[in-house]
């Protein structure tokens, strides 16, 4: 009896050394190009397609994961370098957002499996577009992690939709309501659409019909729409060049003032309200009228299309 169990196991690993070589020994024929190949073989020997569907996923996981993990990097230290430095912030930023895209660019199945099953076409997209978790280590803190779950590009389309809804919307509609506002486009977002608190208020067009109050009045109702909002800093831009900004307090009040009417505050004690980024010629000794014409000359009067719209105050 005891003999007979101590001969089981290497007489079981005998079996299955044989059952192995049997199957390696086995052939068929690849289903890229037809030729002979070893059952177990991973790629095929005449035409080097890979045949082994196993180790297809396997490998794409694992090159997704790298890349996954490289457009995390990218686009959090682009977030960063914007604070500091914009064109390596931005062009870190487009960079983790092109690797996303190569992300979900590398197939999960193996594309001959995907044919031949005829695999429905939402479980292939449930599958390729499947949210993974991305644990980053911090710095000079080991133990610690940042846990990111997706890829940047479902970060960036989800910082979009809040920029559109919270800032663009409103801004749209206040267009929207006054035929005095047509043929003017304004852009509103937050700074470079990820830094919330800091509003941007871009005008990038304006028609011959547009006059400075036009101007005024269309800044003035938006300001009374986001007048609940916690804004830390407005920007008021021309074209992508900031020309002057207000803090966030100043900007809700100037809302509430014109909710209540106060045009002698809206109108008059608006230009000495906002700090220009550059040298400024709006003269607080001057009358409030001449600052405020100055104010809009500054802002989007020196444009050779809009000096007669900001002449016209």
């Known amino acids: 009896m005891i003999l007979i169990n101590s001969a089981q196991p290497k007489r079981r690993a005998e079996d299955l050394a044989s059952a192995k070589r049997r199957a390696a020994d086995q052939v068929v024929p690849c289903q890229f190009c037809k030729g002979e190949i070893r059952m177990d073989a991973i790629r095929c020997r005449h035409c080097s397609e890979i045949v082994n569907e196993d180790y297809y996923r396997q490998r794409a996981q694992r090159v997704r994961a790298r890349v996954n993990y490289a457009s995390w990097v990218a686009y959090i230290f682009g977030l960063g370098a914007l604070l500091v430095f914009r064109p390596v912030g931005l062009l870190s930023v487009a960079a983790g957002l092109l690797l996303s895209i190569v992300y979900y660019a590398i197939p999960v199945e193996p594309p001959q499996l995907a044919a031949r099953k005829k695999i429905p076409l939402s479980t292939r997209l449930r599958r390729q577009m499947k949210l993974e978790r991305v644990a980053i280590p ?104 900031t020309k002057f900004e207000i803090d ?66």
């Open 248 to 313: 966030g307090a100043t900007f809700r009040r100037l809302g509430d003032e014109y909710a209540r009417q106060n045009f002698d505050y809206v109108l008059y004690k608006f230009p000495h309200l906002f700090h220009a980024t550059k040298a400024s010629h709006v003269n607080d000794s001057g009358s409030a009228r001449d600052a405020l014409v100055q104010f809009h000359r500054e802002w989007y009067g020196r444009d050779l299309l809009t000096r007669t719209v900001a002449n016209g105050l």
């Open 138 to 241: 911090i710095p000079h803190l080991r133990s610690k992690r940042l846990i990111f779950v997706g890829t940047p590009l479902v970060a960036a389309l989800i910082g979009y939709s809040a920029n559109v809804f919270l800032l663009q919307e409103p801004m749209n509609q206040v267009l929207h309501d006054n035929a005095a506002f047509n043929g003017m486009r304004v852009s509103t977002h937050y700074e470079y659409w990820i830094v919330p608190g800091v509003v941007v208020y871009d005008l990038r067009d304006l028609s011959v019909r547009q006059t400075p109050i036009d101007v005024h009045t269309a800044l003035l109702e938006f300001a009374k729409r986001v007048r609940e909002r916690k804004i830390s800093r407005v920007q008021l831009s021309y074209r992508g060049t």
